[in-house]
């Protein structure tokens, strides 16, 4: 893994954007300066709780929407008012949202805002104070999950520890690992570098990869 890393540090553009050493599953939104400004303004020790919280949705609801672009479509045909016929995309039916709590929740509303009808799963993984090895507290996903695919939700990645628990949990639940699609905001490096080594067939998809990440997140939202 420590090769696997030094290849992705050396290939990190200058704001760490740059994800192509690790491999096609792994996809950073594409860098605009809006983006950038609301990724700022997260980081900004000044920024009040009202205003990270709005930033924070806008961002949320970006990497979201673009998740939702992994899941499988398939072609079907409506009649328009005219009485014309159409033939366009809907969603296949399994899929579902789980979150990491506490901090994956943030993200909870803006799934359930693009699609109603999505049951959403929760997973708590806690670190020990001195190991800081991850263990589950408590775990709840549909009984069908298995035959779902499944978006799985946790903004800040900076070890990687919660992340790798939480698919251990969800692969013991038969669901495959090549249905499993992260969805997160800021990334480290060495934590995509671990995702990527423990868990290849995963699709992973996150706004930036920077070694500086706002781990106060959680706490401000």
């Not at 996809?27 to 990270?52: A, N, P, Y």
């Not at 949320?60 to 159409?86: A, D, F, H, K, W």
């Not at 509303?109 to 190991?131: F, H, N, P, W, Y």
């Not at 990334?187 to 998809?205: F, S």
């Amino acid at each position: 893994i420590y090769s696997l890393l030094q290849e992705t540090m050396g290939s990190l553009s200058a704001d760490g954007e740059d994800a192509g050493s690790l491999g096609g599953k792994f996809k950073v939104l594409q860098s605009t300066d809006q983006i950038k400004e609301l990724q700022t303004i997260i980081r900004d020790k000044e920024t009040s709780r009202s205003d990270f919280k709005f930033v924070a949705d806008r961002l949320i609801r970006m990497v979201i929407e673009e998740g939702l672009n992994q899941l499988p479509y398939q072609e079907c045909e409506v009649i328009t008012p005219t009485g014309c016929s159409y033939t366009g995309l809907k969603y296949e039916k399994g899929n579902c949202g789980v979150s990491i709590v506490r901090s994956g929740e943030a993200m909870e509303g803006a799934l359930q805002d693009c699609c109603r009808s999505m049951r959403i799963g929760k997973i708590l993984v806690d670190s020990d104070v001195e190991t800081h090895e991850a263990h589950v507290v408590f775990a709840k996903f549909p009984d069908d999950i298995a035959n779902r695919k499944v978006l799985l939700l946790y903004p800040i990645m900076s070890s990687g520890n919660k992340v790798c628990k939480a698919v251990q949990v969800l692969k013991e639940h038969s669901v495959p690992e090549d249905h499993i699609i992260l969805i997160n905001l800021f990334c480290t490096p060495a934590a995509a570098g671990r995702i990527v080594e423990d868990y290849p067939n995963m699709k992973v998809l996150t706004t930036e990869l920077h070694a500086v990440t706002p781990n106060h997140f959680g706490q401000r939202y």
